[in-house]
């Protein structure tokens, strides 16, 4: 009995081992002067003063953020009517909207991608200094993300809400917006939250969608790792440290908050 007990503990142990030492050594060499990994350093805040004292760094930094707001709250509103849509649409349809909805989930990153940029420039001629390729590519990378979110909140919803809305003289928009947004508002918040997330994220569909002057952290990180200097390399350490400690934030913030709700 004891093996079988110790035995899922010591696998635990390794997974979240392999899963979070290198971003614990990450995190370890952020706060040093060494110049690179395994090198012996001392303590410093250089790598966040760089990082913050940088203007290549800094609008870097703000120009993924704004791309993933604007990609987050376009995904969340195309994926969440999707999914409202689908949902009350007949079987036939919500089949193969569901099934249309699994490509992009189960597509490369780099086809996604690659077919974006040949649809959007190639073809119908739109220039990628205008932005609209990019946000096209995240959003068909996003959206199928958020109807996932969203579906099984809705199939989780009690209906009867809103067939009362509409017997209290709502009108179908009227009982969707006050009354149906409203019991997905936990799904179609964390449908956002994945939509930022992967919007960040994403290295192939931004690479062959993006303009030539803009880069986000992931294209700008690929790109450093082959010839920037010294300092703006490990100015990017302490960005995946700052990232890695606002995400750790963020889910000890919604468990607590969950907890309370669960147990005013």
């Known amino acids: 009995m004891k093996k079988k007990r110790v035995l899922p503990v010591v696998w635990l142990i390794i997974v979240y081992t392999f899963l979070y030492l290198p971003i614990a050594v990450l995190a370890f060499y952020s706060f040093t002067d060494a110049s690179m990994i395994g090198q012996a350093g001392h303590f410093s805040v250089k790598n966040f003063r760089t990082l913050f004292?940088?203007?290549?760094?800094?609008?870097?930094?703000f120009g993924t953020i704004v791309l993933a707001l604007v990609v987050g709250v376009l995904s969340t509103v195309l994926g969440t009517f999707g999914a409202i849509g689908a949902f009350y649409s007949k079987k036939r349809n919500r089949n193969l909207i569901e099934a249309m909805n699994q490509v992009p989930v189960v597509n490369a990153?780099?086809?996604?991608?690659?077919?974006?940029?040949?649809?959007?420039?190639?073809?119908?001629?739109i220039n990628k200094d205008t932005y609209i390729p990019l946000v096209a590519g995240q959003m068909a990378l996003c959206t199928p993300f958020v109807y996932l979110q969203v579906i099984p909140?809705?199939?989780?919803?009690?209906?009867?809400?809103?067939?009362?809305?509409?017997?209290?003289?709502c009108t179908p928009g009227q009982a969707v917006f006050k009354v149906v947004l409203r019991q997905?508002?936990?799904?179609?918040?964390?449908g956002f939250f994945t939509a930022v997330t992967l919007s960040m994220d994403d290295y192939f569909v931004t690479t062959y969608t993006k303009p030539a002057v803009f880069d986000?952290?992931?294209?700008?990180?690929?790109?450093?790792?082959?010839?920037?200097q010294t300092e703006i390399k490990t100015a990017l350490w302490a960005l995946s440290a700052l990232i890695f400690f606002i995400a750790v934030a963020v889910v000890i913030a919604a468990n607590v908050r969950s907890r309370r709700v669960e147990n005013p």
């Open 53 to 61: 004292t940088t203007p290549e760094l800094l609008n870097m930094i």
């Open 109 to 125: 990153d780099v086809v996604t991608g690659f077919s974006v940029c040949i649809l959007l420039v190639v073809v119908l001629g």
């Open 153 to 169: 909140a809705l199939s989780q919803m009690d209906h009867r809400i809103y067939e009362a809305a509409l017997d209290l003289y």
């Open 184 to 190: 997905l508002a936990p799904a179609i918040g964390s």
């Open 216 to 228: 986000t952290i992931s294209t700008y990180t690929v790109n450093a790792t082959k010839g920037a």
